[in-house]
Structures are given as structure tokens and as C-alpha cells.
């Protein structure tokens, strides 16, 4: 059933909250939806640790068990970056 909705919103451009307890599927049902979509999906976690279990363990599984020849990329949000500004930041804040 989550697939199944999961499906529907990717294909018509919609938004979808799901709640399940734990080992329920939820993992799995999003992203076979978004392996089988036939557009760029963006699946955006809570943790790194639930990013890098779906992108090293989850999404080759299912792309192996579904033969997808797609791409998939891992992009980590812009805090894990040291940005100019920020170095500046912290060698001003160093200097008090």
C-alpha cells in the first residue's frame, strides 16, 4: 500500500507523509517507487547514518534485485562543507 501511494505522488508531483513503526517496509517501499520512477527523485534523510545505510546497503540491493541501470549520487548537506566564510569564521573566532 505505502509503495503504492509512494508511486502515485512521484508520478504526479505531490507530497506524502508516512508514519510506520519500525521494520515495517518503510525503507524499501520509497525507494522501489523511486528506482522504478521515470524521473530524478530526491530522497532527503534525517541522519548521515540513515543516508549512508540507504546508499551503501538499501539502494545497491534494490537496484540489483530490480536491475536498474540508472544513476544514483550521494549528495551530503551543505554543513559537512568548509565554506570561505566559515573558515574565516574560525580563525577569527580562534584569535579572541
Request: charged letters at 25%; hydrophobic letters at 40%; zero cysteines.
Amino acid at each position: 500500500m505505502m509503495a503504492q501511494e509512494v508511486t502515485e505522488v512521484i508520478n504526479f508531483k505531490q507530497e506524502l507523509v508516512v508514519e510506520a513503526g519500525t521494520s515495517t517496509g518503510k525503507t524499501f517501499a520509497y525507494l522501489v517507487s523511486a528506482l522504478r520512477a521515470d524521473r530524478k527523485v530526491i530522497i532527503s534523510t534525517g541522519s548521515k547514518a540513515l543516508q549512508d545505510q540507504l546508499y551503501v546497503r538499501d539502494l545497491p540491493t534494490l537496484a540489483k534485485a530490480l536491475n536498474y541501470k540508472g544513476k544514483m549520487a550521494l549528495l551530503k548537506g551543505h554543513y559537512n562543507y568548509l565554506w570561505l566564510e566559515r573558515l574565516k569564521q574560525q580563525s577569527d573566532d580562534a584569535r579572541i
